[in-house]
């Protein structure tokens, strides 16, 4: 190994701890199941709630081995995973429960993450319950916005809306009479991300819900206005499904801000398949223009992750990290599948994403080929030496 690994290596090793702070718990997303459908996800059990901020059922994660190796830091059903950072905790949010609307843990001066609650008790009126997916929160001066999918009542329209509360864990109130974003032409919205540009502007990021009905889908951008419950100007469209390997669907949008640019990632295809993959392209400005960096995944199945997607970035440890979600077996759309919760650090060449734990992944098999192959030598040399006949002594 060299010795700029060893000492990337070694920054990982002592970061693990503050990883687990950082992503939280995998509890409480939705499964798929052979009927479903995009935009369809069942709610599934969650977490017993406790009875104060810091109580409630401990989460145990295994950073380690899922940055080393790409497996799962929790075997348990966590997609659409989103992190907060605010203040001396961090913060998970999840799609919707069988008890809550928006799951939330939380981390504090500790590696056990801990469920709350729910961060958004009571839906607004034109709201359908049993439909709240890919939350994403928004920290101001004051306050903090929840942003979330979910669908107009007595339709099958998925739309986005947004909410406010004085604390991260809640509980949000979402006062509106009509959605946030609702491109009802295009086939509805979903899968809000947030950006904060260099200028401090705030952006919304999101899909139409075109594959509802057989319409083209896109990813898109907004800004925010000073309240984060408005919108400015007109949406830019950012990138269109247009790759084989996409499906002719492209969502789950978040950006990045690099030395060079904007960097944009996006899951592509079936979301209950092993077909589903990463995607990324590089960026003007929040409203564009884009244009994809590869034509092929940016991260496509691996041995523990089968169709990887839900990405979302935030920084710590003076790192870009990135939680995601990954099918537990190529069966995806099996009954009782599940997506589990990993991690991996992004450094970026430029505008050129690369995922640091692939690349140690690399370096730990070539390591462990390395040391094969001197074993094998040490034995094979040793089977030679017995051989080698011995010189005959004269008398």
Not at 327 to 344: F, Q, T
């Amino acid at each position: 190994m060299s010795t700029e690994a060893g000492c990337r290596f070694a920054k990982l090793s002592t970061a693990m701890v503050a990883l687990v702070l950082t992503v939280l718990a995998a509890l409480g997303c939705s499964a798929s199941d052979e009927s479903a459908s995009p935009g369809q996800r069942r709610q599934t059990a969650g977490p017993e709630a406790g009875t104060g901020e810091l109580e409630g059922q401990p989460t145990s994660l295994q950073p380690g081995a899922g940055l080393l190796l790409g497996t799962p830091i929790h075997g348990g059903d966590f997609a659409d995973p989103y992190v907060l950072a605010a203040g001396d905790a961090f913060y998970a949010y999840s799609t919707n429960t069988t008890d809550a609307n928006v799951p939330v843990m939380v981390v504090r001066n500790s590696p056990t993450a801990r469920y709350v609650g729910d961060a958004l008790p009571q839906l607004p009126q034109w709201s359908e319950p049993g439909f709240v997916w890919a939350p994403a929160v928004l920290a101001l001066d004051d306050r903090y916005v929840l942003y979330y999918s979910t669908r107009l009542a007595g339709t099958s329209t998925q739309c986005i809306s947004s909410a406010v509360a004085e604390d991260p864990v809640g509980p949000f109130v979402d006062d509106s009479s009509e959605p946030l974003v609702c491109q009802k032409d295009l086939g509805g919205s979903i899968d809000p991300s947030i950006l904060t540009d260099r200028s401090g502007r705030h952006w919304l990021l999101f899909k139409n819900d075109g594959n509802c009905c057989a319409a083209p889908t896109s990813i898109w951008s907004q800004q925010l206005g000073a309240d984060g419950r408005t919108l400015i100007g007109q949406p830019s469209e950012l990138l269109t499904a247009e790759q084989g390997w996409e499906g002719e669907l492209i969502e789950a949008p978040s950006m990045v801000v690099t030395d060079d640019g904007y960097v944009l990632f996006y899951s592509a295809n079936a979301w209950d398949s092993e077909r589903y993959a990463i995607g990324v392209a590089r960026c003007d400005s929040p409203s564009g223009p884009c244009e994809r960096i590869q034509s092929d995944p940016w991260m496509a199945s691996t041995l523990f992750a089968h169709g990887p997607g839900g990405q979302e970035f935030f920084e710590a440890l003076g790192d870009v990290w990135m939680v995601y979600h990954g099918w537990e077996s190529p069966d995806a759309a099996g009954p009782g599948g599940i997506r589990r919760l990993h991690v991996d650090v992004v450094d970026f060449d430029g505008d050129v994403p690369q995922r640091v734990g692939a690349r140690n992944a690399g370096l730990l098999l070539a390591a462990v080929v390395t040391a094969i192959l001197i074993a094998v030598l040490a034995i094979w040399y040793g089977v030679l030496r017995r051989r080698r006949p011995r010189p005959a002594v004269s008398k």
